[in-house]
Every structure is written in structure tokens, then in C-alpha cells.
């Protein structure tokens, strides 16, 4: 069955027929033909297709196309519209975050999920006070980006490209 | 010589990136903005207008024979364009590494689960899915041969050992997978006395489960028709000319029609050196005259690249009382699968590199490679010496045991360095810092205890109890790893540098085909090009076969032999600008040299605009180490290695001795480099490689179960994390190889070889379990 839907991908309006089985990713990378999000497992493993979802942080490969009808969308290249990189690709690229960079729009779409978690305040497993601010801490950073695999294990500099860009100095 | 192609959307162009820094530096990746952006194109985001898409048909079977196939169901499904079989493949219908012995697509038989049987090309993926699975094959299934020592007919611990015979005759696991049967190397290392004794012996058998590479960007590419019949390929690979000698093989055509282009490339470790989905979608695209792209999903990518050897390891050693090793003897299986890959390097590895970085007057190695019905093993990020690293530095713990020794002493004691022989026979002719690597080990502070609290325990707050079985342990572990191609091969890479003036300002254009996987070649490229032609803008071709080969990106040998083309490509080119301002100026060319884009001597500061004008300076070479030589078969020795890597891990991990869980609290590595080209870079080496080590000691295995894989996914095949990855503390060692550009040594390989030997040893004096398996499992420490 298709159905008619309208997605916001990076500031543009995008209206698209889509067979209702059609995972967000897949109506992205091969209907929208924008391919910044990437297919890692296809099964909310991996976290390669992380995008922003009206704000939030998202597998797409576990979304439906059709059950986000009018929603918007932003993907790792839409953080940097205008060519001005966004702090956490900047520091991703100062931190040397990545090496075959596979994963790296999803880590980057995450660590912007995490920053605005934080601010809004969110506690994670991993918070020492659930009842204040939760800190930019090692551990809650590597906490919050777990979903998020990197086989090349840049690791290591994940979890500070991600303060820099929450602006602790690490 | 290229005809006129149609370029998919996103393919690779030059990429530019950020200008500035030379050898030594911490250059950015000239790829690092579009990769941040996901700009970059790996060969799943390729597409073309009028493309259709590829699937395969795998057999469910290990070993079965083919009695007939019915393509024409699938035929019949609306958006179907064609569907091939090993019928329609035009050339050789068998491919290889090393020996061509396996099938494009199924002829007959086929030995192992997920071997392709069928092609479908068709308008949309699902289509395609959905007409593979109505060919109908009739398959007469066999038992299948799983156990790499019965597949060789050897009783369990042949000669060597005083162990029972288990099999003792060519039984059924023992018949023939392939016609000259199921061998496909046996090495052996002799010296010195052949029936040493010594006053404290130890005898120990290891197992190493089959390991996957697990990159995470699948197997993919786009194949284009051309016009003059061939066609062009864009793949994501690590060694371009090795695949367009077997493409060409198997469509019958000659490599000017067969060009290929690197797509970008997530991750490779070894995973990409053989064929996956580059013949087949060649022949998709030149049946149908259409664009074919091919794209694995996660499951398939675990059948469509080969994996690391699983290993049966038999290891007895011999020292005085004292410590002194006089003997080693072992026997290695590595089980190769259903076809050759690399199985012979690997074995070559494998026993050459098979005692590690010690001093040993006796010596005894068997190492086999076999033929199995199991999953095809060939490379992977170690290639042999990961294997029997476990096996080797597990023994010199429990020697040291035995001898009532601290293993790092012990260590100590039969390092090797620089002058020592290797078992091979070859002098060790470069630095050998072994001793040092474990003494600054030593020397790093401890972490902490863990904090009282449940969620820094092993398994965190879910799975803990209130850590009552909490023990740590601390472990050291060598690795030592040959860099390069060894045993004769002939081992080059070809550069072609460009060094012109545009707009004013003098770029340097470097084209080789040494694939980019995520390791930072392309950076390096860039700062030797600086470094030698003093210019700030180096720009990178696209990689692909219009160059000549630059062979593999394997052995951790990218840096040190394309690095060397470039170098000497740009000497060359240097060479002829130098000859030129000499002319121009009148002085001797040796009172020359290039700086910051002008061509300077005494007094002088010469401008590359005004030596080159209009014109470009271009030189292409060929560029070898020096050469290796094949190894005696009855005795192992000989000149074989070019150079080695080594580095050391010390472990500090948690245990839950009830629950059975680990927690890897630090990883510490020292590492010799020679020369750190990109600093940075090298650290990430050491960071990915120590991750890739902890996962093989903790949690990754591919289960096989009469040949069939049982964890096909992310979920169940399981690499670790950010939460599983430890703080590191890392010291790089530059000690220059005589021998190698810049005094380089390889890296990629040496940490990912001593990091789980590490792992286990600590979980070992966590515990006071032998722990003779890795990966380790919850009920080899709970005994459950
Ligand atoms: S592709 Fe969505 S989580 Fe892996
Ligand atoms: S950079 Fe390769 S998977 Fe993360």
C-alpha cells in the first residue's frame, strides 16, 4: 500500500509517495536520494542512521516513513547547513573522532541529541544526582553515546570531541 | 586508454582538504569535512539514474550437491532483468588470492553456507530479493566437514605429542573437500636440537574462536557498462589491481576494460582483500547493459567476506630453572574454510611469527592451514599472529608460573632485540625494543580501585551482585608482527606526482591506487608530499587502476611502501624542478632545495611560478622494499620478513568471579613506530587495534554449528562498545628502522595482536583459572 506524506529534510519540504513499509532510512537515502545517514545493520544495532526527529535523536532504520508524516528531519549535512560546520563536527574534526567515518553522521546526529538532553536536563543511568543538572562527565557522555558503534574505535576520542563541543574543556 | 564513462552521483573526486603539514605533524584528513557531514561516498551511497540492483542467492547448505537450478520462476516476476548462474560466468569460474579455487558462483557443489549460487538483477531491491528466492535448487545435501585437524585425517596431537589418537585413519570428516585434498599449508620451523629437554616444561592446548572483521559499512559497489564493452567498477576494496586481475579472470576481459574506482570504503581490517560483490555485479551490468548496484545488508555481509582463522593450538615449552627458554614446540591448525583466500600467508605468519619476540635455541612448528566446510577464512588485522599470540604469551605466563618467575621478568629475559635471530634465521636488523616496551609498561601508574559503586561493576547495576566476587587482574602481553609481504613476494607500490602552479599558487597532485579505508593514507600522502616538494597544497586523485598497483591495504604496510612510492615519485620530481632552477640561476643543483613553494638557496628564494611557469613536472614510479625470499619448506629458514612490528598491553580488569563478567578498567600500550608520520593518526591505530584485541579476548566469536553460522547480527555477534573500551594510557617509541622511509614502521596490525593476549592474561590472575579459549565466556569463569 502507498501512501502520500510530507518530511522537512534539512530545511526542505519533501512530499513523496512511499509503499507504507518504507523505513525513514531507506525513504531518505533512496527516495530523497540524501544518503548522509548511514545503513549499518538496518536493525537498530548500530546507530549509523541516527538523525534528528523534530529535535530528537533517532534510529531511522526503526522508524516508518509513513508514521512520521509532516515531521522534520535533520541529518548530519543538514547540521552544517550554509557550510558552517556545527561544533560537534568541528570538534569531531579537531579530535580526530573517526577514521573511516562509516558511523560518524550518526555519532555526530547523537552527540547532538546528547548535548540538548543534557541541557533539558535528562538524567541517564550513569548520573551521579538525579536531581540536578547532569554534568558533561566521561561516563555520562560514553553512557548516552552507547548506541552508537564505531568498529574503527575512535572511541576514545568521541567521548571528548563530545564535551569540547559541550563546551567542557577536556 | 579509458572509454568515455557515466560517473555515479558522489563518486570519489580529488579531494583538496585542509592545506598544511608536513612528516611528523598531526595533519587533518583532507576527507575529515565531508566525513563529518556524511558527504563522503561510501559505495552504498553511489546511484545512477537508470541503476538497477543486485542480489545474490546463497546456499543454506555446508556441503551439498547442486542437482539442478531453476532460474525461471524468478525470471517471471515483473522488474526482473536478469538472472545469472556460474553457466553465464564468460571467463575463469573461479577465483582467488593466492589459488583460484573458489567459484564465482556455485559449480556443482558447494561447501560452504552463504556461498553465492544465483545472481538477480532487477528494478528495485525487494524485487530482487523476492525473485532470488523463487529460484528453486535442488540440493542433495552432504555431511559436512567441520573440524580443521579431522580434515587433514591427523590424529588429535599428531607425532610431536604423546597425547591418544583420536582419529587415526582418513575417516569420513577427512574426505577430500577439494581434489588435491584438504591441505592447503603445512609449515614447518626446525632448529636447533630436534629432542631438546629441559629441567621445567609446560604443554598447553588453545583455542581461538573465528573472529570477524565487522566493518560498518557493508560490502558494496556500482558497475557501469561502457561503451567499448567493458565496464567500470566502483567498489569498496583494499587492493584495486588485485581485484581487477580476478574480475578480469572471471569476464574474460582484458584489464583496459576493466577499470576500476574506489568508493569510499567503512572499514576494511582485512575483511575486503578478497572478492565479494565485484564480478557479480560486473556481470549484472554487462548482461543487462544497465548500472547494477550491490549492496549487502548485515546478515549477508557476514557470509559475503571471508573471517579470521579460528586456531587449535598445541604449544609445549622448555626452560632452566633459571628462565632461560631452550626449547618451544608447537602445532597450529588454522581452519581455512571452504576455500584457499590467504590461508597460506596466514599460515606463513602464523608459524614464522609463531613463538613471538623471544630468543629460542630449539625449535619445533607445525602450522597447518585446512580446508573445512566452515565459513572461508583469509585476513584479518594480525593475519596469523593474533592466533597464536593468545597461545604464546599464555604459555609464558604459565611458564612463569611453573617457575615461580614474575611473567614480565620472564619476558625479559628471552626478549629479543636488535641482532638477536628470529627462529627463521634471520637477524633481527632494526630496532627490537621489547625489553623497553614492557619496562615502561611497568613503569605507568595503576588505575584506581573501583569505586564502591554498583555501577561501575563488571555487568554495571543490572547484572551485578554487590561485587562480593569481584576480583582485578593485571596482564602483559608482546605482540610481534612481520610488516609488509613477506616470503618472496614481490612487494611495490607505483606513485604518479604532479607538481604544477595554478592560480598562482604551486599544488602537487599525488595519484595512487593504495586504498583509503579509514586509516589516514590519504593524509600521509599529503605530508610527504609537503615534506619533500615544500608546497602546502597537495591535492589527492581519486584512487583507481589508471595507476599502477599499489598493492594491498593489508600488513600494515601502506605507509611504509606507498609512502615510499610517493617519497621517491616526489624525489624524482623534485629532481627535474632542482635541474631546471640550476639551469635558470646557474648554481649547482646540490646548493638547492624546495621550501614554502619557492625553490632556495643561499641568497636565493626563487619562486615555483617563475621555475615551472605553464608547465607541469610529473613523474610516475614503481617503488619495492627490499626483497624477501622464500622460506626452506623442511626447515622454515630464510630471509622471509622485511621488517617487524611490536608492541606491549598491559590489562587491568574486573572480574565477577560468580556472575562470570569482566570489565576491562585500563588498557596501557606501548608501541615502537620508527617514525609517527601523523602522530595523531598512529594513536588511533593503537586505539582501534587494542578495542578490536579486547573484543576477540571478551565477547566476539562467529558460532558455528555443523558448519552453519549461528549469530549472523549485531545482536548477537557482538563488538564492544564506548562502554566496553577503557581508558587508555599510550606511549609511542620512535627508534628508525634503517631500512624504511622516514625510519617508519608499520602500526595498524602490532596493537590488535597484543591487546587480547593481555586481556586474558588478567582475567587468568583475576580468577586463577588456565583459561586455554578466547573468547572467554561467563561459563568459563563461573565453571557453570
Ligand atoms: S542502521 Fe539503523 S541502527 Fe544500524
Ligand atoms: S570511524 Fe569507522 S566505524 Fe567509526
Not at chain 2, 531453476?70 to 545469472?84: C, I, R
Not at chain 2, 531491491?125 to 591427523?154: C, K, M, Q, S
Not at chain 2, 604449544?315 to 581455512?336: M, N, Q, W
Request: aromatic share 6%; charged share 20%; net charge negative.
Amino acid at each position: 500500500m502507498d501512501a502520500d506524506i510530507t518530511l522537512t529534510v534539512d530545511g526542505a519540504q519533501q512530499r513523496l509517495t512511499v509503499d507504507t513499509r518504507t523505513t525513514l532510512l531507506d525513504a531518505l537515502r533512496e527516495r530523497i536520494g540524501n544518503t548522509s545517514p548511514k545503513k549499518g545493520c538496518d536493525h537498530g544495532q548500530c546507530g549509523a542512521c541516527t538523525v534528528l526527529l523534530d529535535g530528537d535523536r533517532a534510529l531511522s532504520c526503526l522508524a516508518l516513513a509513513v508514521a512520521h508524516d509532516g515531521a522534520e528531519i535533520t541529518t548530519a549535512d543538514g547540521l552544517a547547513a550554509d557550510g558552517e560546520l556545527h561544533p560537534v563536527q568541528q570538534a569531531f574534526l579537531e579530535r580526530d573522532a573517526f577514521q573511516c567515518g562509516y558511523c560518524t553522521p550518526g555519532q555526530v546526529c547523537s552527540a547532538v541529541g546528547v548535548l540538548d538532553e543534557v541541557r533539558r536536563g535528562w538524567p541517564s543511568h550513569a548520573s551521579q544526582d538525579l536531581t540536578a543538572d547532569p554534568e558533561l562527565s566521561h561516563d555520562e557522555v560514553a553512557e548516552r553515546m552507547s548506541g552508537n558503534l564505531c568498529r574503527c574505535g575512535a572511541y576514545a576520542n568521541i567521548v571528548p570531541a563530545v564535551r569540547q563541543a559541550g563546551g567542557v574543556q577536556a | 586508454m579509458s572509454a568515455p564513462a557515466r560517473t555515479p552521483a558522489g563518486a570519489p573526486g580529488h579531494l583538496t582538504g585542509p592545506a598544511g603539514g608536513g612528516i611528523g605533524t598531526d595533519a587533518q584528513r583532507p576527507d575529515g569535512t565531508l566525513k563529518v557531514r556524511g558527504e563522503f561516498a561510501y559505495g552504498s551511497d553511489l546511484w545512477m539514474e537508470d541503476m538497477l540492483w543486485g542480489v545474490t542467492l546463497r546456499s543454506p547448505h555446508p556441503y551439498a550437491r547442486i542437482r539442478s537450478i531453476d532460474v525461471g520462476p524468478a525470471l517471471a516476476v515483473p522488474g526482473v532483468h536478469a538472472v545469472l548462474t556460474s553457466d553465464d560466468v564468460p571467463g575463469a569460474k573461479a577465483y582467488g588470492l593466492e589459488l583460484a579455487d573458489q567459484p564465482v558462483l556455485a559449480v556443482d557443489v558447494v561447501r560452504y553456507q552463504g556461498e553465492p549460487v544465483a545472481l538477480v538483477a532487477a528494478d528495485h531491491p525487494e524485487t530482487a530479493r523476492a525473485a532470488a528466492a523463487r529460484i528453486v535448487v535442488d540440493y542433495e545435501v552432504w555431511e559436512p566437514v567441520t573440524d580443521a585437524i579431522a580434515a587433514l585425517g591427523h590424529p588429535r596431537w599428531n607425532a610431536v605429542h604423546e597425547d591418544d589418537a583420536e582419529v587415526t585413519e582418513l575417516s569420513r570428516e577427512s574426505a577430500h573437500l577439494h581434489p588435491e585434498g584438504n591441505l592447503v599449508r603445512h609449515l614447518k620451523v626446525r632448529t636447533g636440537d630436534p629432542s631438546p629437554t629441559a629441567d621445567v616444561v609446560v604443554v598447553n592446548t588453545y583455542e581461538v574462536g573465528m573472529q570477524d572483521q565487522a566493518f560498518l559499512g557493508p560490502e558494496s559497489g556500482l558497475a557501469v557498462p561502457a561503451e567499448d564493452g567493458g565496464v567500470e567498477l566502483y567498489v569498496a576494496t583494499q587492493w584495486l589491481h588485485v581485484d581487477q586481475r580476478q574480475i578480469c579472470s572471471a569476464l574474460g576481459l582484458p584489464p583496459e576494460q576493466v577499470r576500476l574506482t574506489l568508493a569510499g570504503v567503512g572499514g576494511a581490517f582485512g575483511g575486503r582483500e578478497d572478492l565479494s560483490m565485484h564480478v557479480h555485479a560486473c556481470l549484472l551490468a554487462l548482461r543487462t547493459g544497465r548500472p547494477v548496484k550491490m549492496s549487502y545488508n548485515r546478515e549477508e555481509s557476514f557470509f559475503g567476506h571471508v573471517h579470521r582463522h579460528p586456531a587449535t593450538m598445541r604449544y609445549e615449552h622448555g626452560a632452566t630453572r633459571d628462565g632461560d627458554l631452550v626449547y618451544v614446540k608447537a602445532e597450529i591448525y588454522f581452519d581455512g574454510g571452504a576455500y584457499a583466500s590467504s590461508t597460506p600467508a596466514v599460515v606463513g605468519n602464523g608459524g614464522t611469527m609463531g613463538i613471538g619476540p623471544y630468543v629460542v635455541p630449539n625449535v619445533h612448528v607445525d602450522c597447518y592451514g585446512a580446508y573445512t566446510n566452515n565459513p572461508p577464512c583469509g585476513a584479518m588485522r594480525g593475519f596469523g599472529s593474533v592466533q597464536t599470540a593468545f597461545a604464546y604469551e599464555s604459555q609464558m605466563d604459565a611458564l612463569a608460573a611453573a617457575l615461580g618467575m614474575d611473567p614480565v621478568e620472564l619476558r625479559c629475559r628471552n626478549a629479543m632485540e636488535q641482532g638477536s635471530t628470529a627462529i627463521t634465521g634471520q637477524v633481527i636488523d632494526s630496532p627490537a625494543p621489547v625489553v623497553e616496551l614492557l619496562r615502561r609498561l611497568e613503569a605507568m601508574p595503576m588505575p584506581d580501585a573501583a569505586p564502591d559503586d554498583l555501577r561501575h561493576m563488571p555487568g554495571g547495576v543490572s547484572n551485578t551482585t554487590h561485587g562480593e566476587g569481584v576480583r582485578r587482574g593485571v596482564g602483559y602481553a608482546v605482540s610481534y608482527k612481520n610488516v609488509a609481504f613477506s616470503e618472496g613476494f614481490d612487494d611495490y607500490s607505483t606513485a604518479r606526482v604532479r607538481l604544477e602552479v595554478v592560480g598562482g599558487e604551486p599544488v602537487a597532485t599525488v595519484h595512487t591506487a593504495a586504498a583509503e579505508v579509514g586509516q589516514g593514507l590519504v593524509t600521509v600522502e599529503q605530508q610527504i608530499a609537503r615534506t619533500e616538494l615544500g608546497v602546502d597544497r597537495v591535492v589527492v586523485h581519486p584512487k583507481d587502476t589508471q595507476v599502477g598497483s599499489a598493492g594491498s591495504t593489508s600488513a600494515s604496510r601502506q605507509t611504509y611502501v606507498t609512502g615510499g612510492a610517493v617519497k621517491a615519485a616526489c624525489e624524482a620530481v623534485r629532481g627535474q624542478v632542482l635541474a631546471r632552477a640550476a639551469e635558470l640561476t646557474g648554481r649547482p643543483v646540490g646548493e638547492l632545495r624546495l621550501f614554502d613553494g619557492a625553490v632556495v638557496g643561499e641568497g636565493l628564494e626563487l619562486p615555483l611560478a617563475e621555475v615551472l611557469g605553464d608547465d607541469a613536472v610529473e613523474e610516475t614510479l614503481e617503488w619495492r622494499h627490499r626483497p624477501t625470499e622464500a622460506i626452506d619448506p623442511e626447515t622454515g629458514q630464510g630471509f622471509a620478513h622485511v621488517q617487524y612490528a611490536f608492541s606491549a598491553h598491559r590489562a587491568v580488569v574486573d572480574v565477577d568471579t560468580e556472575l562470570g563478567l569482566v570489565k576491562v578498567v585500563e588498557m596501557a600500550c606501548t608501541q615502537d613506530v620508527g617514525k609517527a608520520i601523523n602522530p595523531q593518526a598512529v594513536i588511533g591505530q593503537i586505539q582501534g587495534g587494542t578495542a578490536q584485541g579486547l573484543g576477540l579476548a571478551v565477547m566476539e566469536e562467529i558460532l558455528i554449528r555443523d558448519g552453519k553460522v549461528q549469530n549472523p547480527s549485531f545482536t548477537d555477534y557482538l563488538i564492544p562498545t564506548i562502554l566496553d573500551m577503557p581508558p587508555m594510557r599510550i606511549e609511542v617509541l620512535e627508534y628508525a628502522d634503517p631500512h624504511a622511509p622516514y625510519g617508519l614502521r608499520g602500526v595498524g596490525e602490532a596493537p590488535n595482536i597484543s591487546s587480547g593476549p593481555a586481556v586474558l592474561a588478567a582475567i587468568r590472575q583475576a580468577t586463577g583459572l588456565p583459561l586455554t579459549r578466547v573468547p572467554v565466556r561467563p561459563e568459563h569463569l563461573t565453571g557453570t
